[in-house]
C-alpha cells in the first residue's frame, strides 16, 4: 500500500490548501511578526521598491523530515501580497533532507512576502521537528503500532499541527480529534487513572463501568495503579474474558512493581516499565489461556528504549509515545535572501544553492 505522502511526491494527489488550515488572521497584520522584518518592509516600501528578490529556506542538520511545507505555502498564499506574481519551489512534507539543503525558495518582491519569513520558519522547525522524532520511534518499533500521546507536554494549539506531522511520519493513532484533523483521524484511548480512582483502586469495577458505558468497544485495560501489573491483569482477563483486548502498563520510572518484591534483581534495573516486567506479564497472561490479550505500554518510552525492547524482542504490541515527539529542538530553520534582481546576492558564507528536487508549486 503506498502512502499518501509517497503518492504526494508522485504528483498523485494534491497538497494541503488553505481550506485545510485555519489561521490566526492577526498574521496579516504582522503581529506574529518579528519587529525588525516589519521595519525592514516599511524602509523597502518606501526607498527600494518594486525590487526581485529570492529567499530560500534550509536547516543545518542531516536525515531530517520535512513537514510544514504545505502549511507554509498556504501562509503565502493567505497572507502575502500579490501572490500570483510568487514564483514558488518546495520539497514535499515527508521528504528526507540533510543539512542546508533548500526546502522551499520564493521569489517576488521583498515586501509582498518578506514580512513571514519568522513565521514560516517557525512552521517547518516545529512540524520537521515533530515529524523528525516520530519517524525515529517508528524506525525502530519493528512495524509495532505507535499510539501518539502527545496531547498534553505542550499547549494544546500544538496539537492540529503535530498530530499530522506524527502522520507523516507514520503514525496514525492519536489521542485526541485534533491530532487527527488534517488527516480525517479520530482520538482513542484506554481508560485513565483518573476512573479507577473514582472506583477506589477498583480495577474490576472500573472495567465493568467502562464495559457498561461502552459495549460496543473492547477494552484496554490499565493495569498498573496498584503497582501490581501482573495479579491486576489476570483478574480483569479471567473477570471479563473476550471484552479485554489488552493490558496496558504504565508504570512510573520511580517504582518497582510488586512482582519483583521477592526476587534477585541484580543485572538489571527493575524500576517503571522494563523488559523484564513485561516478559513475566506475557508469560502469565499465556499460562493462563489469555494469548490473545495484547500487551500496550507507555511511560518515558523514547527510540533508544524501544530499540532495546525489540533488541531482545521484549512482547509488546503498541508503544505509546508522547513527550519525546514533541521535542522542538530537533531542528531549526532559517530563510536567506540570495538573489538581488535576478542576479545572486547573498550574506558571507551564505549562497544560492541549486536543488533538482525543489519542484514548481502550482497552487
Not at 515586501?111 to 517508528?138: H, K, P, Q, W
Not at 491530532?179 to 465493568?208: F, N, S, V
Not at 502469565?284 to 525489540?310: M, Q, R, Y
Request: hydrophobic share 40%; charged share 25%.
Amino acid at each position: 500500500m503506498i502512502s499518501e505522502i509517497e503518492l504526494k511526491k508522485q504528483g498523485k494527489i494534491q497538497r494541503l490548501t488553505n481550506k485545510t488550515f485555519k489561521f490566526d488572521e492577526r498574521i496579516a497584520s504582522g503581529f506574529y511578526t518579528a519587529e525588525y522584518f516589519l521595519k525592514v518592509n516599511k524602509i523597502i516600501k518606501q526607498n527600494l521598491a518594486n525590487q526581485t528578490v529570492t529567499m530560500q529556506w534550509f536547516q543545518r542538520k542531516d536525515n531530517i523530515m520535512l513537514c510544514g511545507i504545505d502549511e507554509a505555502i498556504s501562509i503565502l498564499h493567505t497572507f502575502a501580497k500579490n501572490v500570483d506574481k510568487l514564483k514558488i519551489y518546495a520539497l514535499n512534507d515527508g521528504d528526507i533532507i540533510n543539512s542546508h539543503e533548500p526546502v522551499l525558495r520564493v521569489s517576488g518582491r521583498y515586501e509582498d512576502f518578506g514580512f513571514l519569513e519568522n513565521i514560516i520558519d517557525a512552521v517547518l522547525a516545529r512540524r520537521s521537528s515533530i515529524a523528525t522524532n516520530a519517524m525515529r520511534v517508528v524506525s525502530v518499533a519493528n512495524k509495532k503500532d505507535i499510539f501518539c500521546m502527545a496531547d498534553r507536554q505542550d499547549d494544546i494549539y500544538t496539537q492540529i499541527g503535530d498530530g499530522y506531522a506524527a502522520y507523516v511520519a507514520g503514525i496514525n493513532k492519536v489521542a485526541t480529534n485534533a491530532q487527527g484533523l488534517w488527516w480525517g483521524g479520530m482520538g482513542r484511548g484506554t481508560m485513565p487513572h483518573a476512573l479507577i480512582q473514582i472506583c477506589g483502586g477498583d480495577i474490576l469495577k472500573a472495567c465493568e463501568l467502562y464495559i457498561k458505558t461502552f459495549p460496543e468497544e473492547k477494552i484496554t485495560a490499565l493495569v498498573d495503579y496498584n503497582n501490581d501489573v501482573i495479579n491486576d491483569s489476570l483478574k480483569v482477563a479471567r473477570e471479563f474474558k473476550d471484552k479485554i483486548a489488552a493490558v496496558r502498563v504504565d508504570t512510573s520510572s520511580n517504582l518497582i512493581d510488586k512482582y519483583f518484591l521477592d526476587k534477585d534483581t541484580i543485572g538489571f534495573d527493575p524500576h517503571g516499565v522494563c523488559k523484564e516486567l513485561i516478559f513475566a506479564l506475557r508469560c502469565a497472561l499465556d499460562n493462563n489461556g489469555f494469548e490473545n490479550i495484547k500487551i500496550v505500554v507507555s511511560s518515558g518510552f523514547t527510540p533508544e528504549k524501544i530499540a532495546d525492547f525489540e533488541k531482545f524482542n521484549t512482547p509488546v504490541d503498541v508503544y505509546g509515545v508522547g513527550s519525546f515527539i514533541t521535542k522542538n529542538d530537533t531542528c531549526g530553520f532559517t530563510g536567506d535572501l540570495v538573489e538581488l534582481n535576478g542576479k545572486k546576492e547573498a550574506k558571507f558564507g551564505r549562497k544560492f544553492i541549486d536543488s533538482d528536487r525543489l519542484k514548481i508549486v502550482n497552487f
